[in-house]
């Protein structure tokens, strides 16, 4: 596919493509190479109200919710079919939109997409109520039913994956939703509400409006007919939602949030498995994941090893066209995330971290227009730093030295965020006590970045509140109804 192949988006509004009203839009790059790929309505409030509407009258009408409970697990296993059927298309678009690398697109993106439509297909003849047993001659029950019409507003760094993680419990649970993808990465959003409806879902069910985040996000977090509100995205951004939801109809909000990850590695760690562990997960999607591994914390012992090791291999990863099966990182997703990536990297300089490698544009070559950065390593850093305390979302490792297991508890700790942590180390009783004292949503001992559906995944502190995936995704669109009958 060709970026001449791909044709102008549209919103996707009650099984329809819509334009927006004010006939705006929005250009849609390729930041490996900076090639204009397509453009995408700029949505408005107008258009909003529109998504809105056909989701709330497909709820209203029972067109999805009233389906029998085989016939909605029967069409969300169709839907994960056809993104497997579809996976060298979307694989393709994803790398286009993102600049990550084909083998991370499908990977990571379309192959988890459709394993969790499969998984919360699963789960649509398992969510039900109870009987309780109360004092009294009474029959108490309860109603386990949708939340109604959900908001699902995505970022970029993963824009299958993380639409899927809300959309597939979403309609798992019988809602409608409006999904709002990032301005940047509207591609495959669009083309999943389009297999979507090929699969059976009824028109109206899942719509897609393409906008900015201050105009078609600020529009979806206000609207007094969404009853949900589920996010992915920055701290700062998940603040303006809960204000949103505040001075609107107190629609339920669920965020996910930033992370400032601790990478911890004790010196009886599998050495060999912790720099592999260390290595991706800063590197990995070039750095642009929640979840990176942004600050190691290596042992004193066994420090200054391990940090120039890291360094000599990130040396040798291949950037280039995330197209070719040899590239190993990709491009940042715009000029603007590169330029702040580069702004951290100063920072640290200024602040007196010792730059071990990287830290500049890479522009050789083909790169020349494309958004790349150097896999960058700082040692030396104080936990204080800038560079140690605020999400960089790109691929910039800063190693911290640590003396003993307090102080390495006492330095993960120690910042606003709390997503996720890994520990390294042989030592099982070492393992639990960090796994317990770590405060974040996921710890990871002797692995890193490992996901599965059935787990859930959210943050701690100012990462965020509520729960993707598992059964605890399913709480966060479901509300709870206590009956009563007199015997």
Not at 322 to 327: A, E, G, R, V
Request: proline share 5%; charged share 20%.
């Amino acid at each position: 596919m060709s970026p001449a192949a791909i044709q102008p988006g549209a919103l996707f509004i009650n099984g329809k493509r819509e334009d927006a009203v004010s006939g705006r839009t929005i250009e849609v790059r390729n930041p490996a190479t900076a090639e204009l790929l397509t453009t995408v309505p700029d949505a408005g409030s107008e258009d909003v109200d529109r998504a809105v509407a056909a989701a709330r009258t497909s709820f209203v009408r029972k067109t999805w919710r009233g389906l029998p409970p085989s016939r909605r697990e029967r069409v969300l296993l169709t839907l994960a079919d056809l993104i497997e059927k579809h996976r060298d298309e979307l694989s393709l678009l994803e790398t286009l939109e993102t600049g990550k690398t084909l083998r991370e697109s499908a990977g990571a993106d379309v192959g988890p997409s459709a394993s969790c439509f499969r998984y919360y297909a699963g789960w649509v003849r398992k969510i039900h109520g109870e009987t309780i047993p109360v004092d009294g001659s009474f029959l108490n029950y309860t109603l386990r039913e949708p939340m109604g019409v959900v908001g699902a507003i995505v970022p970029w760094n993963f824009p299958l994956q993380l639409a899927t993680w809300k959309v597939a419990p979403a309609l798992a649970c019988g809602c409608s939703v409006v999904l709002k993808p990032s301005e940047l990465t509207p591609l495959t959003a669009l083309r999943l509400a389009e297999l979507a409806v090929e699969a059976g879902l009824p028109e109206g069910v899942l719509n897609v409006v393409t906008g900015y985040g201050t105009t078609a996000g600020d529009a979806l977090a206000r609207h007094m007919d969404v009853d949900k509100l589920s996010f992915t995205g920055s701290t700062r951004t998940g603040r303006a939602l809960l204000n949103a939801s505040a001075e609107s109809n107190l629609k339920r909000v669920s965020l996910e949030l930033g992370g400032k990850s601790p990478n911890i590695v004790f010196p009886d760690a599998d050495r060999e498995a912790a720099i592999k562990g260390a290595f991706w997960g800063i590197f990995g999607n070039k750095g642009e994941i929640c979840s990176a591994g942004s600050r190691l914390l290596v042992h004193g012992d066994i420090y200054d090893e391990f940090v120039e090791t890291l360094a000599s291999r990130a040396r040798r990863l291949k950037l280039g066209d995330p197209q070719d099966k040899l590239t190993m990182m990709g491009s940042q997703i715009s000029a603007a995330q590169m330029e702040r990536v580069l702004g951290y990297v100063q920072s640290g300089v200024e602040e007196g971290a010792r730059l071990v490698c990287g830290g500049e544009r890479d522009a050789e070559g083909a790169k020349a227009n494309g958004f790349f950065v150097k896999p960058t390593i700082f040692a030396d850093v104080k936990p204080s730093m800038k560079i140690a305390q605020e999400e960089i979302f790109g691929p910039v490792l800063a190693a911290i030295r640590f003396e003993n297991t307090d102080h390495a508890i006492e330095i993960a700790n120690g910042t606003i965020y709390g997503l996720a942590a890994a520990v390294w180390t042989r030592d099982i009783k070492l393992a639990h006590r960090m796994a317990a004292e770590i405060q974040a949503g996921t710890v990871w001992i002797n692995t890193y970045n490992g996901f599965d559906n059935g787990s859930p995944f959210g943050g701690y502190k100012q990462s965020g509140f509520g729960r993707d995936l598992g059964m605890h995704a399913i709480e966060q669109y479901t509300q709870v109804k206590s009956v009563w009958v007199a015997l």
